[in-house]
């Protein structure tokens, strides 16, 4: 019975609306239920059981921290139109399960380690199993991609690599090889980015002012088989306006909205290269713009993505229009 039990104490921040965040429980025992911000893990030191929601959408880093000697729920969505946790079980609950497997020793020389327990739920909510309308709507919405990403066959230098234009009609194509292709495309952006939804397939489909490219490794032409996706990277450019502001902001002119690299072959210079192979086709360093048969835009504004670059390595490649 609340204020005989329990207290329940609401947030008086005004951008929480009056949410709880603590409750103070009296019956049997004195017990603590408390909401804290992700960055307040200061306030952990005397905590018994530590509940992260959707953790995923929480910086890798910043839940690292709220680990320690208490016991930790990690909750996420890894599959489904409402976003994915692919990000977090690909990086941080891979290491956690792999550190729990070799104990690691204190300075005293005894064991101290921790014990990791995943627990995956796949029952659908809104279907039955194995509902037609589920797996139909899946595959037309690519929301069930998390095991289309390949193993990489090879892993080539950045500076072999190649930067090219993804012909959307090809794309979208309903070709057999297009479909595998897209399905790829997607899986890396389910692999590489928590908030996913069928609108990000609807902007790659049609949206006029999106783009996308797509870093790949020395193509064999001799062998009939589809080139391993290293980097993909979507590009919205801004509408038409006059010359005279473009020129005030060139480095305005263009987004990068997204770069998905493949989980295997991250920190290794790929979407570096992918950024400056970019940056030098946009500038006309490499295919001219009026070679390439694009939207009308991006024929006459002049583009520079700069802001974005982070790595210069002075390579001259080429570009092409992909064909999937």
Same mark, same amino acid.
């Given at each position: 019975?609340?204020?005989? @039990?329990?207290?329940?104490?609401?947030?008086?921040?005004?951008?929480?609306?009056?949410?709880?965040?603590?409750?103070?429980?009296?019956?049997?025992?004195? $017990?603590?239920?408390?909401? %804290?911000?992700?960055?307040?893990?200061?306030?952990?030191?005397?905590?018994?059981?530590?509940?992260?929601?959707?953790?995923?959408?929480?910086?890798?880093?910043?839940?690292?921290?709220?680990?320690?000697?208490?016991?930790?729920?990690?909750?996420?969505?890894?599959?489904?139109?409402?976003?994915?946790?692919?990000?977090?079980?690909?990086?941080?609950? $891979?290491?956690?399960?792999?550190?729990?497997?070799?104990?690691?020793?204190?300075?005293?020389?005894?064991?101290?380690?921790?014990?990791?327990?995943?627990?995956?739920?796949?029952?659908?909510?809104?279907?039955?199993?194995? @509902?037609?309308?589920? %797996?139909?709507?899946?595959?037309?919405?690519?929301?069930?991609?998390?095991?289309? %990403?390949?193993?990489?066959?090879?892993?080539?230098?950045?500076?072999?690599?190649?930067?090219?234009?993804?012909?959307?009609?090809?794309?979208?194509?309903?070709?057999?090889?297009?479909?595998?292709?897209?399905?790829?495309?997607?899986?890396?952006?389910?692999?590489?980015?928590?908030?996913?939804?069928?609108?990000?397939? $609807?902007?790659?489909?049609?949206?006029?002012?999106?783009?996308?490219?797509?870093?790949?490794?020395?193509? @064999?032409?001799?062998?009939?088989?589809?080139?391993?996706?290293?980097?993909?990277?979507?590009?919205?450019?801004?509408?038409?306006?006059?010359?005279?502001?473009?020129?005030?902001?060139?480095?305005?002119?263009?987004?990068?909205?997204? %770069?998905?690299?493949?989980?295997?072959?991250?920190r290794l210079g790929y979407g570096s290269q992918a950024v400056e192979l970019l940056i030098r086709y946009y500038?006309?360093?490499?295919?001219?713009?009026?070679?390439?048969?694009?939207?009308?835009?991006? $024929?006459?504004?002049?583009?520079?993505?700069?802001?974005?670059?982070?790595?210069?390595?002075?390579?001259?490649?080429?570009?092409?229009?992909?064909?999937?």
């Open positions: 019975m609340e204020h005989i @039990d329990f207290d329940v104490v609401k947030s008086a921040n005004a951008e929480f609306k009056g949410a709880t965040v603590r409750i103070n429980i009296y019956k049997h025992r004195r $017990q603590i239920v408390q909401y %804290i911000l992700p960055h307040e893990h200061e306030k952990l030191s005397q905590v018994e059981l530590l509940v992260v929601d959707e953790a995923a959408g929480i910086p890798l880093q910043l839940v690292k921290s709220l680990l320690g000697p208490y016991l930790v729920f990690l909750s996420s969505t890894v599959n489904g139109y409402e976003g994915t946790g692919r990000s977090l079980s690909l990086k941080l609950l $891979q290491q956690l399960e792999e550190q729990s497997r070799v104990p690691a020793k204190s300075t005293k020389g005894s064991v101290s380690g921790f014990l990791f327990e995943k627990i995956e739920l796949s029952e659908s909510i809104r279907y039955d199993s194995g @509902d037609p309308i589920e %797996i139909w709507l899946n595959a037309l919405l690519c929301l069930d991609v998390s095991n289309a %990403i390949p193993i990489l066959s090879r892993l080539p230098p950045p500076s072999e690599c190649d930067l090219y234009y993804v012909n959307r009609d090809t794309l979208f194509s309903y070709h057999k090889d297009s479909e595998i292709f897209l399905q790829r495309m997607m899986a890396l952006y389910v692999a590489s980015h928590y908030m996913n939804s069928p609108n990000d397939l $609807q902007l790659m489909a049609d949206a006029p002012a999106h783009h996308l490219f797509v870093l790949l490794g020395p193509i @064999d032409e001799s062998k009939n088989q589809l080139p391993d996706i290293m980097c993909v990277i979507q590009v919205c450019l801004e509408g038409k306006i006059s010359r005279v502001s473009a020129m005030k902001s060139l480095n305005k002119s263009g987004c990068i909205v997204r %770069i998905a690299t493949h989980p295997s072959a991250m500038e006309g360093q490499l295919t001219p713009l009026s070679d390439i048969v694009v939207e009308e835009e991006m $024929q006459t504004l002049p583009i520079r993505v700069t802001e974005a670059a982070k790595n210069h390595n002075g390579l001259e490649l080429s570009t092409s229009l992909f064909v999937v």
